[in-house]
């Protein structure tokens, strides 16, 4: 029997079950009802989340995608953000950040690793002995900070086991604020460059971050360890990030693991530029993506004409090829 056509309406099209067949949308819940919270810590893949301070668990929503979320990131929760035992919310967005920590594999890798977000200071942890200080891995370090605007504070650890005047020697041509601790003094002089502040502390194995903690925030209880004798290197005893009140208010401290490297690839030269005011006109007459280290860069007749101090060029080429050298 031949079919009549004009009598065929949608409920006689056959649809093939399976994928495809349910209708896609671009509408996004708008979660009116999703609390602000801050990241304190992360965990495979679980999020805990300071709201109303009080801890709450929670895991990234479907919709963030590929948006990594790191310690510092302030989020929106929805779900059951009580902080009950065995409950879990939802992080469904991230606010702006104010800054953004990042570092690479090493310096091919093309991949940026956000470390921390929203932070202010960046303190470079640096051992005076047991392990001996590595000026390559301080140097990269202030190039990061720089990258990512956060103020620099050099902290000298270990100063009963050596004496602090050659790195202090090194690296006041850079303007670099810094700090000296030792195991039986109070550490109040980096207490007063915390204050008010979210301050990263980043730095190789063995150098007395958890030390720090410990010192700045009391009741932290950071497994600390002792450098291993036959390599030099001191031991992970931090495994992941984690973000600390310090006491009364006073600002936050992040303590993170124990650093072997600290790829630079996603900096550029004019990035690292940006932290010397006194050169960034002379950057004018510079050839097209200049590199600041070639033979023709307009940096050298800027300085010899007497508009900065040879000094402040010398830091910025050092900077600049600390990118390219292996800090180990």
Known sequence: MARDWARLDEDDVRVRPGRGSRPRTRRRPAHDDAVGGFVLAVDRGRYTCLVDERPVTAMRARELGRKSVVVGDRVRLVGDVSGRPDTLARVVAIEPRTSTLRRTADDSDPVERVIVANADNLVIVTALADPPPRPRMIDRCLVAAFDAGLAPVLCLTKADLAAPDALEEMYAPLGVTYVVTRKDRPVDDLRAHLADRMSVLVGHSGVGKSTLVNALVPDAERAVSAVNPVTGRG??????????????????????????????????????????????????????????????????????????????????????????????
């Open 235 to 328: 031991r992970h005893t931090s495994s992941s990030a984690i973000a600390l009140a310090l006491p009364d208010g006073d600002g936050w401290i992040i303590d993170t693991p124990g650093v072997r490297s600290f790829g630079l690839a996603h900096v550029k030269p004019d990035d690292v530029l940006a932290a010397f005011p006194d050169l960034i006109e002379g950057d004018a007459e510079c050839p097209p993506h200049c590199t600041h280290v070639q033979d023709d860069c307009a940096l050298d007749a800027w300085v010899a004409a007497g508009n900065a101090d040879p000094s402040r060029l010398d830091s910025l080429r050092r900077l600049l090829l600390s990118r390219d050298t292996d800090e180990a």
